[in-house]
């Protein structure tokens, strides 16, 4: 029913073997016993073993179990395998991939193939008003959860919903998110009202995730944002009147008072998204499995992240974004790509303690067990366009915040798992921010064999900290890659695998 993500193996098996052991000399300390001067010799060498709390004279004996004090395996260089594919790519019985009974059989699935790792995309909710097909890279909100997700058969369980209500099932080759959408949105709609006006466990577990200050951080401005943008029939945010474009206490209040169902039902939503994406992670992790999620560096204009943040981000005076994103031209695109999402002011940031970055990365954390953070290079150097450009090259590289910001993050937050997606113009600045921070870095195996033996992708030259992926969202699936491969780059990948073309998909 719906296209399936790039299957991939992060740290697969065609990269090099990782470090297995660590040895530093601070596990062993030679010392002499007496402080040296000029022309005199050491009457005595002594090695310590820090490890093991030992320390003896060069030429006794060791103790018995000596043999035994082997290095131990640091592990965080495990080697891990798993697989990239979104929830939406799921068999799902209305049109979509849900949270409901295939994401648990895929866990299940993943175990059993020896995988300890699933990496979905972005979670959040796709831009309705975007028009780019439900793509999880354009939403409207970093910080909520796309309820499309939400499984009908998760809610008959919780008796939110009878299972007579439940729709004929849908069956297609792709996700039509406007079709999802008709069937699902009066249903999950129909099960939040009924939560809220229930009592017993569930009520209280809504209540306590409203006032979960690290999620009322943002859910209240995402709630009121989506209550105001469902009632007026505008593409974004600017052309809103006065008093809710600017946030007035007054007008917030009234739209508190005109559309407190709505925002309510809004919150219990959200509830319902998280707790079922609970029940998974929880789930995953009784297979020793960890999630990793993926986090856009931007965000869209049309968001409440933007509309009650506006001072930290790069806008003129009436709320009018004055540089945006993308990057310049390059072998994909001669006049480069144009992004359109607002750019962030990171003097303005830093002032505040990067405390925007936070609320993002502990949501990240109270979703994800790691994370991949795309476009990891603008935190290093950034292309900024004007806004009123219509390309992409007419823009300028400019410096990010660099490791301040991390600094700024391991002092608050502590640490954080992440990957750094550095694809694309590579710099050394950006390799010196990824290596400084600890971040593995990635190499896409369909980009390996287009070029020579310096190529980054190739299994010989990839490093022991990185992900290794056979393709990303961004590519096609490996079938389609091969069918469309010119045969000159055919050749290169079956000399360099050492097997015949009849090896390859060969059969069905």
């Known amino acids: 029913m719906a296209i399936h993500s790039s299957l991939s193996f992060p740290s697969s098996s065609l990269s090099p073997s990782p470090k297995l052991f660590h040895f530093s000399p601070s596990n062993i300390n030679i010392f002499s016993s007496s402080r040296l001067s000029p022309g005199t010799r050491p009457r005595t060498l ?15 004996d060791l103790p018995l179990d000596y043999e035994n004090w082997l290095p131990k395996r640091d592990p965080n260089y495990r080697r891990r395998a798993g697989i990239l594919l979104h929830p939406t790519s799921l068999p799902g019985p209305y049109g979509i991939g849900d949270f409901g009974e295939q994401a648990f059989r895929f866990l299940d699935w993943l175990h059993e193939a020896g995988c300890s790792l699933w990496q979905v995309l972005p979670l959040v909710p796709p831009g309705r008003k975007a028009n780019e097909e ?3 890279y354009s939403g409207q909100d970093a910080n909520c959860g796309n309820t ?3 499984s009908l058969e998760e ?3 919780d008796g939110l919903l009878m299972k007579e209500e439940l729709p004929e099932p849908v069956d297609g080759d792709c996700v039509i998110f406007s079709t999802v959408a008709e069937i699902k949105d009066l249903l999950i709609t129909k099960a939040a009202e009924r939560l809220i006006l229930s009592e017993g466990e569930l009520k209280h577990q809504l209540e306590d995730f409203r006032k979960d200050p690290d999620i009322a951080s943002w859910l209240e401005d995402a709630a009121y944002f989506a209550a105001i943008d469902n009632s007026l029939n505008t593409i974004n945010w600017y052309d809103w009147p006065e008093p809710l ?27 319902l998204f998280q707790r079922q994406w609970q029940k998974v992670r929880d789930y995953a992790h009784t297979k020793g499995i960890s999630i990793m999620g993926d986090m856009p560096i931007y965000v869209g204009y049309h968001s409440a992240d933007v509309w009650s943040n506006k001072k930290q981000f790069l806008l003129n005076r009436s709320g009018f974004p004055l540089l945006v994103s993308g990057v310049p031209p390059d072998a994909f695109s ?7 999402s607002p750019l962030y002011d990171w003097k303005a940031m830093e002032k505040d303690g990067f405390s925007w970055w936070m609320r993002r990365l502990v949501r990240a954390q109270n979703l994800f067990d790691e994370f991949r953070i795309d476009h990891f290079r603008g935190f290093a150097g950034y292309w900024a366009v004007p806004s009123e450009a219509k ?33 694309g113009v590579i710099t050394e600045d950006v390799v010196q921010l990824r290596k400084a921070i600890g971040a593995p870095g990635m190499a896409v195996l369909q980009f390996a064999f287009g070029s020579d ?13 990185q992900v290794v992926y056979t393709g990303t969202h961004d590519n096609d699936t490996i079938r389609g890659w091969w069918d469309n491969l010119q045969q000159e780059e055919k050749s290169n990948v079956l000399k360099y695998l050492s097997i015949t073309k009849g090896g390859i998909f060969h059969g069905h």
Do not use: C
């Open 334 to 340: 001669e006049t480069g790509q144009l992004w359109g």
């Open 155 to 157: 809610l008959v369980k």
């Open 148 to 150: 499309l997700l939400i």
């Open 453 to 465: 033996a310096e190529n980054p992708h190739l299994p010989h030259n990839h490093e022991h900290n």
């Open 46 to 60: 002594s090695v310590q073993f820090m490890s093991s709390n030992f320390s003896a004279i060069v030429g006794e």
């Open 245 to 271: 474009k600017n946030r007035y206490l007054g007008a917030l209040e009234e739209i508190y008072q005109n559309r407190k169902d709505f925002i309510d039902t809004f919150i219990a939503q959200q509830f």
């Open 134 to 136: 439900g793509s999880p």
């Open 391 to 423: 390309v992409a090259m007419d823009g300028r590289w400019k410096v990010g915040p660099g490791k301040s910001l991390f600094d700024a993050v391991f002092r608050s937050i502590g640490k954080i798992d992440i990957v750094a997606e550095d694809l």
